[in-house]
């Protein structure tokens, strides 16, 4: 009877086994990554779970074939839980290198032959030399006898097993307090299944047809699951917080939900606590008063807080920031991450930026007074040269009334002086707008060339003279003063010669637009680097292209000003112009729009 209710007992506890082991394989496999290692113990508990049912199996079975096959399908989870244990630890150290597939295949080798030894142990006698069904206090269990494979995998899962041991032993050194306990712990809880199997394979047998591996196993695996949930392994990869999170320059602080500093990397204990380690301390101990409140951390959670600090003999400026560790956690056992950026040398920057601006906004301010200044010059000097310029014109008049029938020679200096008049008139009234025109553009706008130009063709009196209009494209400039400069040119090739007075539409471009009497055209067009405006006039000579666009130069009678103008215009947009010769012989001036590499 006792017997009996023994053997109930390892029943109903084999299947309790089986369940909290599927349970906890659920969870785990659930409601993790792939890359965590709390994924990576779900497929250990899946192989210990496996073994356990396997076991069960054993258990509720009395004949040979049964038992046998039970035995075997046990040994899944009796060869893959080193393997599949070796795969958690490496994860957990984040030694990933390691995980490369034919590495894992190689490490299965061993449990691969196993496999096939153990369900072809019926023809030969590698692992089992005897099996038979026994008796032992009145229930059946099956007696092997083992063969020389069977010690072969004792000894290489418990290898294995001394090297996942060693891999957290190693990583427990040379991590904090904190983690080192943690490490500590989960080798513990490793070694304590490991060491009922040990006893078990050594004969020493409680119960003679109970093997408590896969239950010390599944008992074990529950405090382990929840270890790595509250300690948020599943959030933190020690080997990688060692490498990244510890070589950081910017203190960082983990902060518990206890308001205990879980952890500092060595910015935040050089800071902080000059060098020395504040694991395990109250944050109102660490920080200062205006990062805590009432004892916790009193920053607000996501919006970032500047602070100055006196650190390293001097004020440095930190962008204070609190994060959450795990949003999906129950507020009230979440935990926080305080991260603190040293902004010192940027707003050290910002403050020399800010003053070069507020330089520039001066000189800026005291240019526009200056372009003021001299357009009032301007205009003072027009308004001043206006009036002896009457009273020249006047004189001139009168003297030309007296003089009835003068010689030709007196009438030639009489026109040349009429002629000089007339310069020095056009002059007075453009010197206003060339002095306004010295301003920089600060606004533009896109303006369409082939519409720019024809409104500037129509406020010109061109004579006969022809527009051809060859292409267009889109420019960015101020469209006002673009068509003052199209004008300029315009009139510069009207004083070079007249004919038919009508424009050619854009269609026309590639046949000649000339006239039966002769007539000059000026076309207006694009090239690869900008625009061009050409006459079929008699040209420019070559020796005064250089200084046609400077002030008072002039290309025919007028008062060498409207060229000026156009370059004024031109650099004012960041552009460049060119006097060249056209195809007919004419004048070309070529507008680069675009910047020349190099």
């Known amino acids: 009877m006792f017997v009996l ?36 113990l779900g497929i250990v508990t899946v192989v210990i779970t496996w073994w356990s049912a396997s076991h069960l199996g054993t258990l509720l079975t009395s004949t040979l074939r049964w038992q046998l096959l039970f035995t075997q399908l046990s040994y ?31 490490v299965s080798v061993v449990p691969v032959v196993t496999l096939v030894l153990v369900f072809t142990a019926r023809s030969h006698s590698l692992f089992y030399t005897t099996y038979a069904m026994e008796p032992v206090a009145g229930h059946p269990v099956l007696r092997v006898g083992t063969g020389p494979w069977y010690l072969v995998n004792i000894v290489y899962s418990y290898t294995v097993l001394v090297i996942g041991v060693g891999l957290l032993l190693s990583s427990a050194l040379s991590l904090n307090r904190l983690y080192r306990r943690q490490a500590i712990v989960l080798v513990l809880l490793t070694v304590l299944p490991w060491l009922v199997s040990g006893t078990y394979l050594l004969g020493i047998r409680p119960i003679p047809w109970v093997d408590p591996t896969p239950f010390a196993f599944v008992a074990m695996s529950v405090p382990f699951a929840v270890l790595i949930v509250r300690t948020d392994l599943r959030v933190y990869l020690p080997v990688a917080h060692e490498r990244v999170f510890r070589t ?46 009432e004892d916790r951390l009193g920053l607000p959670f996501a919006e970032p807080v500047e602070y100055t600090m006196a650190h390293g003999g001097r004020q440095r400026q930190y962008l204070a920031r609190r994060r959450v560790v795990d949003p999906e956690r129950n507020p009230e056992v979440q935990g926080s991450v305080l991260t603190l950026t040293d ?59 007296d003089l009835d029938d003068p010689d030709p020679e007196v009438e030639q200096t009489l026109d040349d002086l009429t002629a000089v008049h007339d310069r020095l008139r056009e002059f007075a009234d453009h010197l206003p707008r060339l002095a306004r ?65 009508r424009e050619v539409p854009i269609e026309a471009s590639d046949r000649e637009a000339t006239t039966a009497d002769g007539a000059t055209m000026v076309r207006v067009g694009t090239f690869d680097a900008g625009i061009f405006v050409e006459d079929d006039g008699s040209g420019i000579d ?44 004419g004048a070309r001036f070529e507008i680069q729009t675009e910047k020349r590499p190099g």
């Not at 209009?469 to 004083?495: H, I, M, P, W, Y």
């Open 5 to 40: 209710t023994i053997y109930s007992l390892t029943i109903v506890l084999a299947l309790l086994a089986v369940v909290v082991g599927g349970s906890v394989t659920i969870w785990l496999l659930g409601r993790h990554d792939k890359g965590t290692s709390a994924f990576a």
């Open 76 to 106: 899944v989870g009796v060869v893959f839980a080193p393997v599949s244990w070796l795969v958690f630890v490496l994860r957990y150290v984040d030694r990933n290198e390691w995980l490369s597939p034919h590495r894992i295949a190689l």
């Open 248 to 293: 950081l320059d910017d203190p960082i602080l983990i902060v518990g939900p206890t308001q205990e500093i879980v952890d500092a990397n060595a910015a935040a204990q050089e800071v902080f606590a000059d060098g020395d380690r504040i694991e395990g301390t109250p944050v109102a101990e660490v920080l200062p008063e205006d990062l805590v409140d």
């Open 343 to 401: 902004i010192t040398v940027q707003k050290e920057q910002q403050r020399a930026l800010e003053e070069k601006t507020a330089t520039l906004e001066t000189r800026t301010d005291q240019l526009e007074g200056k372009n003021q200044q001299l357009e009032r010059l301007a205009h003072v000097v027009s308004h001043d040269l206006s009036t002896p310029l009457s009273t020249a014109e006047k004189v001139l008049s009168l003297l030309r009334a």
């Open 437 to 501: 025109e010295s301003i920089d553009v600060e606004t533009t706008v896109e303006c369409d060339l082939e519409r720019v130009a024809r409104a500037a063709w129509k406020t010109v009196e061109t004579d006969d003279l022809e527009l051809v209009v060859t292409s267009s494209q889109t420019l960015q400039g101020d469209k006002q003063r673009l068509q003052q400069a199209f004008e300029n040119l315009f009139r510069n090739s009207v004083q070079h010669g007249s004919a038919s007075g």
């Open 542 to 585: 070559p020796a005064q292209r250089e200084t046609v666009f400077e002030y008072g130069m002039s290309t025919a009678d007028s008062s060498g000003v409207g060229l000026a103008i156009v370059r004024t215009v031109v650099e004012a947009h960041g552009w460049e112009i060119n006097l060249t010769e056209s195809e007919t012989g």
